[in-house]
């Protein structure tokens, strides 16, 4: 599926805008700090029900604004209407001054019509497909997107979070209990924190902290055993990709590192079990958990050697692409439906021959979205392919217009 139409009130520099977007390829351009990221930030919030720049909501929310809401209508890749259940109104879910609008947005004819809205001054966000409330985990049925952003070129020397945040981003479209065992395992790993920042300071109780354990075992080993069968299936496809953009170089492999081992004849939940009794005197201490999913590595290595020690920029660069196109191309085989990409001003990043391999995936999409400040480092045969769309910052609120990149 791809997007038809973008609606956005009050997100960041947006007042409001209406945009109609049609397939193939989406070329935004403008200066720095213009609205191009977030643009594409909204059609995150569609795909995932957050941002991927902030884990605070209310700094999505425009200043002064006492609401934001980001709308999309679904359409199939082929042009034909698709229509999930019935849209419905519920009564009294509009957030404030969207009431006297909500008429227009009460059916979704040619599409199904994703929303995610939030209330200023803490108020509860709220995600809706067709006007019926649900989960954002659902959000993926109808938009899966992949983002390639400037801070993903850190992945391969940058800090473990950048890494388990891409592979936890990885793993949830391909097991629908992985967002679930996420949240349960974050749930337990906070009591297990604050337990132990108890005891460390002679006020905790350890018996309390064994009622915590059996929820972290449970969902740390099943977030581990989740990450292992997803690198398994990639390792293929992300060979393929680094050998068709860098048929020179040797085979790239993404490897899992973790604190708790596996020792022969041991499941995950066996290891990290080990490995909570072997720390329990330096975690009461520490007054922190110290093992877990939660401090556990990808290492990108080529002919078995660890690329944050050795590898140039433009190895780094080419594993990353490789991981991205390896990406588009698992998220394909889910069923058949290739996702939205999303790139997010990283051109100048690529050499011409990487800036090539882009280009003809780019072609082969449904539709994407492409941001820059600058459309001369686009590749020519792409922005001939392109829709421009110009991003013009003005203080009412940011405007996009198509226009001559």
Same mark, same amino acid.
């Given at each position: *599926?791809?997007?038809?139409?973008? +609606?956005?009130?009050?997100?960041?520099?947006?007042?409001?805008?209406?945009?109609?977007?049609?397939?193939g390829?989406?070329?935004?351009?403008?200066?720095?700090?213009?609205?191009?990221?977030?643009?594409l930030?909204?059609?995150?919030?569609?795909?995932?029900?957050?941002?991927?720049?902030?884990?605070?909501?209310?700094?999505?929310?425009?200043?002064?604004?006492?609401?934001?809401?980001?709308?999309?209508?679904?359409a199939?890749?082929?042009?034909?209407?698709?229509? @999930?259940?019935?849209?419905?109104?519920? =009564?009294?879910? =509009? &957030?404030?001054? =969207?009431?006297?609008?909500?008429?227009?947005?009460?059916?979704?004819?040619?599409?199904v019509?994703?929303? /995610?809205?939030?209330?200023?001054?803490?108020?509860?966000?709220?995600?809706?497909?067709?006007?019926?409330?649900?989960?954002?985990?659902?959000?993926?049925?109808?938009?899966?997107?992949?983002?390639f952003?400037?801070?993903? *070129?850190?992945?391969?020397?940058?800090?473990?979070?950048?890494?388990?945040?891409?592979?936890?981003g990885l793993? +949830?479209?391909?097991? +629908?209990?992985?967002?679930?065992?996420?949240a349960?395992?974050?749930r337990?790993?906070?009591?297990?924190?604050?337990?132990?920042? @108890?005891?460390r300071d002679?006020?905790?109780?350890?018996?309390?902290?064994?009622?915590?354990d059996?929820p972290?075992?449970?969902?740390?080993?099943?977030?581990?055993?989740?990450?292992l069968?997803?690198?398994?299936?990639?390792?293929?496809?992300?060979?393929?990709?680094?050998?068709?953009?860098? &048929?020179?170089?040797?085979?790239?492999?993404?490897?899992?590192?973790?604190?708790?081992?596996?020792?022969?004849?041991?499941?995950?939940?066996?290891?990290?079990?080990?490995?909570?009794?072997?720390t329990?005197e330096?975690? @009461?201490?520490?007054?922190?958990?110290?093992?877990g999913?939660?401090?556990?590595?990808l290492? /990108?290595? *080529?002919?078995?050697?660890? *690329?944050?020690? /050795?590898?140039?920029?433009?190895?780094?660069?080419?594993?990353?692409?490789a991981?991205k196109?390896?990406?588009?191309?698992?998220?394909?085989?889910?069923?058949?439906?290739?996702?939205?990409?999303?790139?997010?001003?990283? /051109?100048?990043?690529?050499d011409?021959?990487?800036?090539?391999?882009?280009?003809?995936?780019?072609?082969?999409?449904?539709?994407?979205?492409?941001?820059? +400040?600058? &459309?001369? =480092?686009?590749?020519?045969?792409?922005?001939?392919?392109?829709? &421009?769309?110009?991003?013009?910052?003005?203080?009412?609120?940011a405007r996009?217009?198509?226009?001559?990149?």
């Open positions: *599926m791809l997007i038809r139409s973008l +609606t956005i009130r009050n997100l960041r520099g947006y007042a409001a805008l209406d945009l109609e977007l049609g397939p390829p989406q070329l935004v351009w403008g200066p720095n700090a213009a609205g191009k990221t977030t643009l930030e909204a059609v995150v919030l569609l795909g995932l029900g957050r941002s991927h720049r902030t884990t605070t909501d209310s700094e999505l929310i425009r200043w002064g604004a006492d609401y934001l809401r980001v709308e999309g209508v679904m199939a890749a082929s042009g034909s209407a698709e229509v @999930a259940e019935p849209r419905t109104v519920v =009564e009294g879910a =509009e &957030p404030a001054g =969207e009431r006297d609008r909500a008429s227009e947005h009460q059916t979704a004819p040619h599409g019509a994703l929303e /995610f809205a939030l209330q200023a001054g803490g108020g509860r966000k709220r995600i809706q497909i067709n006007g019926v409330p649900r989960r954002p985990a659902a959000l993926a049925e109808y938009l899966r997107a992949v983002l952003a400037p801070e993903e *070129m850190l992945l391969v020397v940058g800090p473990p979070s950048l890494r388990r945040a891409a592979l936890d793993t +949830t479209p391909h097991d +629908t209990r992985y967002a679930s065992h996420l349960t395992y974050t337990a790993l906070q009591q297990r924190n604050s337990l132990l920042r @108890a005891i002679g006020q905790g109780d350890r018996d309390q902290l064994r009622l915590w059996e972290f075992l449970a969902a740390g080993s099943a977030i581990v055993g989740a990450r069968h997803l690198l398994e299936v990639l390792a293929g496809p992300l060979a393929a990709a680094h050998s068709e953009i860098a &048929p020179g170089e040797e085979r790239l492999t993404i490897g899992y590192s973790t604190n708790a081992p596996l020792l022969p004849g041991e499941e995950p939940r066996d290891a990290l079990a080990r490995r909570l009794a072997e329990a330096k975690e @009461a201490w520490n007054g922190s958990t110290l093992v999913p939660h401090r556990d590595d290492v /990108f290595s *080529m002919a078995g050697r660890d *690329m944050a020690s /050795f590898a140039s920029r433009g190895q780094q660069r080419t594993a990353i692409l991981l196109l390896a990406e588009l191309d698992l998220l394909t085989l889910l069923d058949g439906r290739p996702p939205l990409l999303l790139l997010d001003d990283v /051109f100048s990043e690529l011409s021959d990487r800036r090539g391999h882009l280009v003809r995936r780019i072609a082969e999409l449904p539709q994407a979205l492409i941001t820059t +400040t600058d &459309p001369g =480092e686009i590749d020519p045969e792409l922005r001939r392919r392109a829709r &421009p769309w110009r991003v013009v910052p003005e203080e009412s609120g996009v217009v198509e226009g001559e990149a």
